[in-house]
């Protein structure tokens, strides 16, 4: 039985520059983006003070009352950029590190980074007491100097897949740990602080979160962009990699470099969201069925699950509202399983 190939077209820019476009992805990421802008707009419009959604529009290009303006623009509409940057971010990083490692369950979640940017926060707050910008401060250090660690640790004549997750996962138990070392160390109400934050929330947050955000997805998303062929590369293994030009470790250390740079920054804006950097690059890829990291549809799509978490924790528990986090904890420990016994009915594991 013969199968059709799969069309894949290359568009040239001016520059000289090309792109290669697959056109089931272009139509998954296109609905994507539609969904994700449709549950943003339902989400602005929840809360105690219900707005409809054609008001939302309305205020969002102008044309509100004063009051909608306030809710919206100043309180709402922060909180949900701060979720889509978030979202993407841990998609992003999702997807570069299980192409890094060629492994599904190379993700910042288990390799620990979510762990020590945790550690960096619980520093800040049980030892310092210090404030919700030095908290989100210690959350990106944190999260910079385990990946550091990680990465020196794994590194044998070059930091291989399987080794940098190994490493990872001992990582993650070695800072899980010391969090909760910390924890005990802590006066009752750091303690109950600290615990709210590690558990990963959009609550309170404002534009002082979103600007830090979107000035990182500007720097580090077109390097991504950038690399994205010598990734598809590195995916066939370091020699194959190697042997078509691709400098190997210079661009697995500057992608697992962006990788940490975008979870610590995700991790220090809404806390160690989990889960969304693991799912959301392995349902990008069956979604698509495309092979490859997938970066764009992972970036989306990881928008698109933690608003439609956030969007689930207000709406879905009646007065009781849930974290995000929390919510994601539940739908990723549910996929972990399902992903682990498919895995290990392939042989894979």
Do not use: C
Request: proline share 5%.
């Amino acid at each position: 039985m013969k199968t059709a190939a799969k069309t894949t077209k290359a568009v040239r820019t001016p520059g000289g520059l090309s792109v290669r476009l697959d056109p089931r992805t272009v139509v998954v990421v296109g609905v994507l983006v539609v969904a994700v802008l449709a549950a943003s707009v339902v989400l602005i419009g929840t809360g105690d003070f219900p707005i409809p959604a054609m008001d939302v529009l309305r205020t969002l290009a102008g044309h509100g009352n004063a009051g909608q303006e306030f809710i919206i623009n100043d309180l709402r509409l922060p909180r949900v950029l701060v979720g889509l940057l978030v979202g993407g971010a841990l998609g992003l990083s999702g997807a570069l590190f299980q192409s890094i490692s060629r492994n599904p369950l190379g993700s910042p979640d288990v390799l620990g980074l979510g762990q020590g940017a945790t550690a960096g926060a619980l520093v800040m707050i049980v030892i310092f007491g210090g404030s919700a910008a030095q908290v989100a401060l210690g959350a990106l250090v944190g999260g910079l100097v385990t990946g550091v660690a990680i990465y020196v640790l794994a590194w044998k004549r070059g930091v291989h897949g399987y080794r940098l997750v190994l490493v990872g996962i001992g990582a993650s138990a070695f800072v899980t740990a010391v969090n909760g070392y910390l924890l005990t160390k802590a006066d009752f109400v750091d303690a109950a602080r600290a615990t709210v934050w590690m558990t990963g929330s959009l609550n309170g947050r404002d534009w002082t979160q979103v600007w830090p955000l979107l000035l990182m997805f500007v720097v580090i998303a077109p390097l991504v962009a950038w690399y994205g062929r010598p990734l598809r590369m590195l995916e066939m293994g370091d020699d194959a990699a190697g042997a078509l030009g691709v400098p190997v470790e210079r661009t697995r250390m500057l992608l697992l470099a962006a990788s940490v740079v975008l979870t610590a920054a995700a991790t220090a804006a809404a806390g160690p969201v989990t889960f969304v950097a693991l799912t959301a690059p392995q349902i990008a890829r069956r979604l698509t069925r495309s092979p490859g990291p997938n970066l764009l549809a992972s970036t989306v799509l990881g928008a698109t699950l933690l608003i439609v978490a956030d969007l689930a924790s207000q709406r879905a528990f009646g007065a009781d509202q849930l974290p995000v986090g929390v919510v994601t904890g539940v739908v990723g420990g549910v996929y972990l399983l399902w992903l682990l016994v498919t895995e290990r009915k392939a042989g894979r594991i």
